[in-house]
């Protein structure tokens, strides 16, 4: 008996459930012939963000030896664990004989901290897709559609039909897997104003997208620019436009500079803290580990069988007690006179006491006199906070800001700040853990979750590398870019046909430019997907947004797609989980926050149990079962 699965989606995940699938078929179906259709209009391996011929200047957020496609030993799935080599062991080994030079000298060159290039991680990516479509048993015959999928229908007798855009087809199938990445979103109102202003006077607009997807030449030379957003997606347009249009960084001494190629624009940048990312901690080495001590497994078990929970009550003062211990702790080791107080009655003070307790705070102010050495969440939120500037003040205030970040980046295993934003950062898998299927109240999930502290650890834990910093602080010395301030706001003058930003904490005449670049993807958003295949299930109820109860309130809906536990099936408009449709990925998002975040080795990563779940879950969807089961109260509409 032949049995046959569609992947929509080949980039990471997609790549993982076909791996996972030659390593389970085995032994679920070891008597059927199985056809995996895999459909994507990119490369497979990388897909769309991690192509493997993209500027190589363009950087992963993620250290190379925190990278994997594989399984290992920590992993615990149920089907079979085949290891694989992490990125970083792929650089020291198969890279080194990579045909192309650029691959071998960056393999060459790389430490397990380093942060590979996107376009060396899409080579990796390719390669394990490869590995495993060569694995694969002599029953399974992997195809490759370079196109997009536009619909899924069901058939008579349960099995489902894919339409695919370039007209090929369709295919007809026992399952369907979902792997989509962050796909398109219609442009809001203010967007769509926004886009015909421009068009109607000549200009340039460019809405929240993945930096590949612009046009290289529609800012030309010269030109003012424009940049809302000072995210990881600006780092990315900053090398576009500088290294990107020939341009190069040279040292001069101790200093980085920056030589123009005489093709950039002039950059004028914003956001609403006004101050980009801080630089991740440069520590020579990998980054330092601390053992949870009050957010840890047993807090996460705790909260899980008390909610949901509100974030900011139960939650933050957790993570903040658990990031303020390992900031104190590196001060007293990196500078003991700062401490007035014996360090271990400070750290019985913080086992003892609750973080909104008053007399924690009282401590920290008497081991520490000096308020310039405390840790100041608010002030690390909203550095800008209440400041006035005049003239080019903003642009020289962020500028001596981001000397300071790089000094501290630098120094980071003796930074009481960037170790502690390690540690804060650390914690977001434990968040995810937490918050996955209505670990929280549905009010505290879009307020809390959604609206501040996914920005805010990001901001200070998921930077770029220092390196970036040093670079953007050379194109500032080179005049190309120029910091507006706090809170930009950009608007259209339809008298001066032009763009006007400004910010309110800035004197001074509004800067006007002609172009205008929104750099900062769009969020997954079912309601306003603009991708074919996801408003196709919307419109025909095939698929719902996910919603979060809040008890004795209004449920939150999100723009997450709903899909059951594990394994993960689609929740039709009707509530009904559909037993042969299963979803992963940036779409899923709201049901499993954080779930861009990748798979780490030696820790039984989540993104792998997902990929084995689904693998063996589509395997034997074809086969007689009851129906899945949804999430309890979470599939009530």
């Given at each position: 008996?032949?049995?046959?699965?569609?992947?929509?989606?080949?980039?990471?995940?997609?790549?993982?459930?076909?791996?996972?699938?030659?390593?389970?078929?085995?032994?679920?179906?070891?008597?059927?012939?199985?056809?995996?259709?895999?459909?994507?209009?990119?490369?497979?391996?990388?897909?769309?963000?991690?192509?493997?011929?993209?500027?190589?200047?363009?950087?992963?957020?993620?250290?190379?030896?925190?990278?994997?496609?594989?399984?290992?030993?920590?992993?615990?799935?149920?089907?079979?664990?085949?290891?694989?080599?992490?990125?970083?062991?792929?650089?020291?080994?198969?890279?080194?004989?990579?045909?192309?030079?650029?691959?071998?000298?960056?393999?060459?060159?790389?430490?397990?901290?380093?942060?590979?290039?996107?376009?060396?991680?899409?080579?990796?990516?390719?390669?394990?897709?490869?590995?495993?479509?060569?694995?694969?048993?002599?029953?399974?015959?992997?195809?490759?559609?370079?196109?997009?999928?536009?619909?899924?229908?069901?058939?008579?007798?349960?099995?489902?039909?894919?339409?695919?855009?370039?007209?090929?087809?369709?295919?007809?199938?026992?399952?369907?897997?979902?792997?989509?990445?962050?796909?398109?979103?219609?442009?809001?109102?203010?967007?769509?104003?926004?886009?015909?202003?421009?068009?109607?006077?000549?200009?340039?607009?460019?809405?929240?997208?993945?930096?590949?997807?612009?046009?290289?030449?529609?800012?030309?030379?010269?030109?003012?620019?424009?940049?809302?957003?000072?995210?990881?997606?600006?780092?990315?347009?900053?090398?576009?436009?500088?290294?990107?249009?020939?341009?190069?960084?040279?040292?001069?001494?101790?200093?980085?500079?920056?030589?123009?190629?005489?093709?950039?624009?002039?950059?004028?940048?914003?956001?609403?803290?006004?101050?980009?990312?801080?630089?991740?901690?440069?520590?020579?080495?990998?980054?330092?580990?601390?053992?949870?001590?009050?957010?840890?497994?047993?807090?996460?078990?705790?909260?899980?069988?008390?909610?949901?929970?509100?974030?900011?009550?139960?939650?933050?003062?957790?993570?903040?007690?658990?990031?303020?211990?390992?900031?104190?702790?590196?001060?007293?080791?990196?500078?003991?006179?700062?401490?007035?107080?014996d360090p271990a009655e400070v750290r019985a003070g913080f086992?003892?006491?609750?973080?909104?307790?008053?007399?924690?705070?009282?401590?920290?102010?008497?081991?520490?006199?000096?308020?310039?050495?405390?840790?100041?969440?608010?002030?690390?939120?909203?550095?800008?906070?209440?400041?006035?500037?005049?003239?080019?003040?903003?642009?020289?205030?962020?500028?001596?800001?981001?000397?300071?970040?790089?000094?501290?980046?630098?120094?980071?295993?003796?930074?009481?700040?960037?170790?502690?934003?390690?540690?804060?950062?650390?914690?977001?898998?434990?968040?995810?853990?937490?918050?996955?299927?209505?670990?929280?109240?549905?009010?505290?999930?879009?307020?809390?979750?959604?609206?501040?502290?996914?920005?805010?650890?990001?901001?200070?834990?998921?930077?770029?590398?220092?390196?970036r910093i040093e670079e953007l602080l050379a194109l500032a010395?080179?005049?190309?870019?120029?910091?507006?301030?706090?809170?930009?706001?950009?608007?259209?003058?339809?008298?001066?046909?032009?763009?006007?930003?400004?910010?309110?904490?800035?004197?001074?005449?509004?800067?006007?430019?002609?172009?205008?670049?929104?750099?900062?993807?769009?969020?997954?958003?079912?309601?306003?997907?603009?991708?074919?295949?996801?408003?196709?299930?919307?419109?025909?109820?095939?698929?719902?947004?996910?919603?979060?109860?809040?008890?004795?309130?209004?449920?939150?809906?999100?723009?997450?797609?709903?899909?059951?536990?594990?394994?993960?099936?689609?929740?039709?408009?009707?509530?009904?989980?559909?037993?042969?449709?299963?979803?992963?990925?940036?779409?899923?998002?709201?049901?499993?926050?954080?779930?861009?975040?990748?798979?780490?080795?030696?820790?039984?990563?989540?993104?792998?149990?997902?990929?084995?779940?689904?693998?063996?879950?589509?395997?034997?969807?074809?086969?007689?079962?009851?129906?899945?089961?949804?999430?309890?109260?979470?599939?009530?509409?």
């Amino acid at each position: 008996m032949n049995a046959s699965i569609c992947v929509v989606g080949a980039g990471p995940r997609g790549t993982s459930v076909l791996e996972r699938i030659t390593a389970n078929a085995p032994s679920l179906a070891p008597d059927r012939r199985l056809d995996v259709h895999l459909v994507d209009p990119y490369p497979p391996g990388g897909g769309h963000v991690w192509q493997a011929d993209q500027p190589g200047d363009l950087l992963m957020n993620t250290v190379a030896a925190d990278a994997t496609l594989f399984t290992d030993t920590s992993v615990r799935c149920a089907g079979p664990v085949l290891p694989g080599p992490s990125l970083h062991e792929w650089a020291r080994t198969v890279a080194r004989d990579d045909p192309d030079p650029g691959v071998r000298a960056e393999a060459a060159r790389m430490r397990p901290w380093s942060h590979p290039s996107r376009r060396f991680h899409g080579r990796y990516l390719a390669w394990a897709f490869a590995r495993a479509v060569s694995r694969a048993p002599a029953s399974i015959r992997v195809h490759r559609h370079r196109t997009r999928a536009v619909a899924i229908t069901s058939l008579a007798g349960g099995r489902q039909r894919v339409a695919l855009e370039d007209g090929s087809g369709p295919l007809d199938v026992d399952s369907v897997v979902l792997t989509l990445g962050h796909t398109d979103v219609e442009p809001d109102p203010a967007q769509r104003a926004l886009a015909g202003f421009a068009e109607e006077h000549g200009l340039f607009y460019g809405p929240p997208a993945n930096p590949l997807d612009l046009d290289p030449a529609a800012v030309p030379p010269g030109t003012p620019l424009l940049v809302r957003g000072l995210g990881m997606n600006f780092f990315d347009h900053m090398s576009l436009f500088t290294v990107g249009r020939g341009g190069r960084f040279a040292r001069e001494g101790s200093r980085l500079r920056y030589r123009p190629s005489g093709d950039e624009p002039l950059m004028y940048a914003g956001s609403r803290r006004g101050v980009p990312y801080q630089a991740r901690g440069d520590y020579g080495a990998m980054p330092p580990t601390f053992p949870a001590r009050y957010f840890d497994d047993a807090a996460v078990a705790r909260l899980r069988a008390a909610g949901p929970v509100d974030f900011r009550e139960a939650v933050w003062p957790l993570i903040a007690k658990e990031t303020a211990y390992v900031y104190y702790d590196t001060l007293t080791r990196v500078r003991p006179g700062a401490c007035a107080l014996d360090p271990a009655e400070v750290r019985a003070g913080f086992d003892a006491l609750s973080w909104t307790d008053p007399a924690l705070a009282r401590l920290v102010e008497r081991a520490f006199p000096d308020p310039s050495v405390r840790l100041d969440f608010a002030a690390l939120d909203r550095p800008l906070s209440g400041a006035t500037f005049s003239g080019d003040s903003p642009h020289r205030g962020v500028v001596t800001r981001l000397r300071a970040d790089l000094a501290e980046a630098r120094d980071a295993g003796r930074s009481p700040l960037k170790t502690a934003m390690t540690a804060l950062g650390a914690t977001r898998g434990r968040v995810r853990r937490l918050v996955a299927y209505g670990g929280l109240t549905g009010d505290s999930h879009r307020r809390d979750l959604d609206g501040w502290f996914r920005g805010f650890a990001a901001s200070v834990s998921s930077g770029p590398p220092a390196g970036r910093i040093e670079e953007l602080l050379a194109l500032a010395d080179a005049g190309l870019i120029r910091f507006v301030g706090p809170g930009m706001t950009v608007t259209a003058d339809p008298r001066r046909k032009t763009f006007l930003a400004t910010s309110p904490q800035a004197g001074g005449e509004p800067v006007a430019a002609p172009a205008f670049l929104e750099a900062h993807l769009p969020g997954p958003d079912l309601r306003h997907t603009g991708d074919p295949l996801l408003r196709q299930l919307r419109e025909t109820g095939a698929c719902r947004p996910y919603r979060i109860p809040t008890p004795g309130g209004a449920a939150y809906e999100t723009g997450g797609l709903e899909v059951t536990e594990s394994p993960f099936h689609l929740v039709a408009a009707d509530g009904r989980p559909h037993p042969r449709r299963f979803a992963l990925g940036i779409p899923i998002e709201s049901v499993h926050w954080g779930t861009a975040i990748g798979a780490v080795p030696r820790s039984n990563a989540a993104m792998l149990l997902q990929t084995d779940a689904v693998a063996r879950a589509a395997i034997l969807a074809g086969d007689t079962a009851p129906a899945p089961r949804t999430a309890g109260h979470h599939a009530a509409s």
